[in-house]
């Protein structure tokens, strides 16, 4: 099973990006698993977990944590997490 996030990077709670571009890390910090997306000039991002021989990625339990970076790799976003408490195949962050 795949896993995907998506969302909107919001005004309010991140910090401008000199470079103009946005970079969302998404970590399942069960496993350590890490993907990185860079974010749509609308600030816009979606990025998938997947593995091609149809292993699961995420389990009930897993937590998930999502955090913005600008083109420098300094943090614009602070790091939000959610427990997953049943298999969600989509995360809206």
Do not use: W
Not at 36 to 44: G, N, S, V
Not at 64 to 88: M, T, W, Y
């Amino acid at each position: 099973m795949g896993f995907v996030a998506y969302g909107p990077i919001l005004d309010g709670d991140t910090t401008f990006s000199e470079t103009g571009t946005y970079m969302v890390r998404i970590r399942n910090l069960s496993t350590n698993q890490v993907i990185c997306e860079t974010a749509r000039k609308d600030r816009y991002f979606a990025t998938a977990f997947v593995d091609l021989n149809r292993k699961p990625v995420i389990r009930a339990g897993d937590e998930i944590e999502v955090a913005v970076f600008d083109g420098d790799n300094k943090l614009c976003q602070a790091p939000s997490s959610i427990r997953l408490h049943r298999i969600q195949s989509r995360m809206h962050c």
